[in-house]
């Protein structure tokens, strides 16, 4: 093969040293001699945003490199900018001093992203450059890419996935019967979770993901996606019990979709991330650990699936790097959505959501089944018992909608029963006929 | 967001319009109004190389765009040429001629790439322009994407895949009680398989796409690779009936893979395709139908996973326009590998495939069994006994490598006990200690 002839020195600014963004460092250090052979691309760490200067660190960094100093950093000479902070603020203003001085602009960031992902690419446009954000989106999972680049949006129909990893590492262990605090201590101690995992856990870590690909599937604008949103929390060891009583398994599913509501108004966008207990076969239910996995329709007899680490300091370097390379290799990167043919996303989509018609598990303390299963009757709603466990009664609606199940929720709810509730999608239900004694001997007690 | 100034009209040369090129055409159509709108690019048939004109199309043409004269077609003024006839000649000649004129290239084309590959990304280098082959891998899942410009090969160790669709369906009708040729007709009928299937089935289709992507993921040049062989033929319903016998499922599986041979040379590449008895819950053996399935093992928790449809002329399509769409929205293309730092590819690799360790099941006819297995254990092989059919006798030999079975084998078949044989990856495996009662008559008869 031919024999690159000029180095190209490209100087990077990195914003962040933590978990991801020393592993960046590393990645540049490893790589970096390949990576100049074979692209005659020569990364150079031209300036650091620390927190702290003096913190012990596992790589080393020329004098100078390092600094504390916001302005500083904004101020360096650098051909592109790369923030591994997160969070909002300061993320946002060095994207718009990267992208206003014309460079390229590369994040992991996706609570940026959903909030201002938008204006930055259209800032970015305006400035002949890209702003890139795989590394955003389930970790080291190439989603970005294959929704933005390469499906084009052009056949998408549904986008569902497994978008948290400590979520899904933390029900992992809970199927192994930990329990939440350990699960989510475990978490920590892996560097997957963040300090507060009230995010992961709650579903807005997932809902960020989802409302980034449903933009870029879409054209929905990220910051006006009404999207349906239940966690695991409060319950999660009672919800992961309920599951495997139901013979399922517990995940939490993002899922967006576009879909005619009726024929005048065209298509629509929806999107929700909620708990769903999953066939045990299903591949969704096999994803365990800090795993992620999409599914994307296209209308072809299969989905295109990826899957792959969804967290993790080194996978998610790798993300930031093909994003490096992207923008410094390519003359101009590939920046497709000049003009969304947006679909819409109200009220009546989100609505739209909960009039879909879904099987519910639903648990209540045991003493409470024969009264939560008249409620359910009084509102027209068939709730057969799911297999039971100690302390928690499990029922399974007929498939009704939100909306119906809904309210009998909230009055028992208001009489103490403290429902748990997950969304049923899986045919291999442990379904009993009567109580079982343990519960009959409760409820007649 | 903003609107697009100008609309770039962007001329374009097909070559083919069977399954695949029509179905390029069609989705040229439908999605074109939005591709203009969003990208700014309007993309205009200038010429379709055809074998027939006068053939009744599902796709209709304006007046002069179709013809069946290579020279003429080779003379279009086009911006980008686009290649689904298949095979090596006149691709290879389209191929060249755009790429002389400095016009990117777009193909579906295995064989051609396999073949070619190394030469044509060349001469496009050298012409400032890309060959672009999604299509030529997987139909639509997007492979060659991920391992050329996502993991741009840094981290890649080993790339595990299905990559005939064909002959996974053809397994897949199998497994079901179906006989071959009813299988192979049932894959023609749905536009699969080739007029000649033999190209799937024997291996030599998921070679060539192994080929691309060990090219891709090591820099091993496409024709040096050595790779080790064998299809499911001819015994294609033994092999899967002694699959199902053993516990397991047969797959048709391609892989490459990067080691360390010895500290002084370095690191070498090894190629196998290969039909493997696999665990029934594993992700490959729950693929079925034309689906194909990549694991691309980067040393992180888990691999990245892709599956999807890898043939059908619509998904395949989707990935031309992709391409399409990337050699001409970007100024310039991805074209990352300017210089390999190519890993060796020599006899003592494929060698070291020969000699590494696998149990395998061999299936003999019923009455040969005892003889088989006492020939084994001269040769110094344990074999036992596995869930046997009636017709074959299925024994599972101790990990041991190919070349250790190999003389065994071919002793057996100078008898006339024609082995069928398949590699082992599966612990569950139905053993039986002694022969069973059909087989024991048969022999002592």
């Known amino acids: ?41 020569r990364f150079q760490l031209e300036r650091v945003l620390v927190r702290r200067i003096e913190r012990p660190r596992t790589v080393a960094f020329a004098p100078g490199v390092l600094t504390a100093d916001l302005d500083a950093f904004l101020a360096t000479e650098a051909d592109v900018f790369v923030e591994a902070i997160g969070g909002l603020e300061p993320a946002q203003r060095i994207a718009r ?37 795989e590394a955003a989106v389930a970790g080291g999972v190439p989603v970005v890419r294959v929704v933005r680049e390469y499906l084009c949006r052009g056949p998408i129909r ?24 350990d699960a989510i201590a475990e978490a920590q101690r892996r560097g997957f979770a963040e300090a507060d995992p009230a995010r992961d856990l709650d579903g807005r870590d997932a809902a960020d993901k989802l409302a ?3 933009w870029l599937a879409f054209g929905v604008s990220p910051r006006s996606l009404a999207l349906r949103r239940r966690g695991i929390l409060p319950d999660a060891e009672r919800l992961s019990r309920g ?9 939490l599913i993002a899922e967006c979709e576009a879909f005619a509501e009726c024929e005048a108004d065209g298509e629509v966008v929806s ?33 295109i699936e990826l899957a792959g680490p969804g967290a993790g300091g080194v996978p998610t370097a790798a993300a930031l790097l093909a ?31 909960d009039l879909r018609v879904h099987a519910w598990l639903i648990g209540v303390r045991a003493g409470l089944v024969r009264e939560a299963r008249s409620r359910f009757a009084d509102a027209g709603i068939a709730a057969a018992l799911a297999g039971a466990t100690i302390g928690d009664g499990w029922l399974i ?27 049923l999608e899986t045919e291999e239900l442990r379904v009993v006929e009567e109580p079982l004694p343990l519960i009959a001997v409760a409820v007649g007690g």
Chains 1, 2 share one sequence.
């Open 323 to 353: 994003d490096l390379i992207q923008a410094t290799t390519s003359r101009a990167a590939f920046a497709p959505h000049v003009a969304f043919a947006a679909l819409p996303t109200a009220d009546h989509a989100s609505n739209h959501v």
């Open 158 to 181: 549904r986008i569902r996935g497994i978008l948290n990893g400590t979520c899904n590492f933390v029900l992992t262990l809970l199927e192994r019967g930990e329990r939440l605090e």
């Open 212 to 214: 980034i690909l449903a």
């Open 97 to 133: 001093a990267a992208l206003s001085k014309g460079r390229p602009f590369v994040t992991a960031n996706k609570v940026l992203i959903a909030a201002e992902g938008e204006d930055l690419c259209s800032l970015a446009r305006a400035r002949g450059v890209d702003a890139h954000f």
């Open 1 to 41: 093969m031919s024999e690159v002839n000029h180095t190209k020195t490209v100087r990077v600014a990195l914003a962040g040293c933590g978990v991801v963004g020393s592993e960046l460092v590393r990645a540049l250090h490893v790589q970096g001699p390949r990576i100049e052979m074979e692209l005659g691309v």
């Open 397 to 423: 609606t007929a498939p009704v909608s939100w909306s119906c199940i809904a309210p009998v929720l909230r009055s028992l709810e208001a009489d103490g029963a403290r429902p748990a509730v997950a969304r």
């Open 271 to 303: 999107a929700s991330v909620e708990p769903i207990v999953l066939a045990s076969e299903s591949p969704f239910a096999r994803t365990v650990g800090e795993e992620n996995r999409i599914a994307i329709d296209a209308g072809w007899p299969w989905p």
């Open 243 to 251: 599951a495997s009583a139901a013979g399922g398994r517990l995940r």
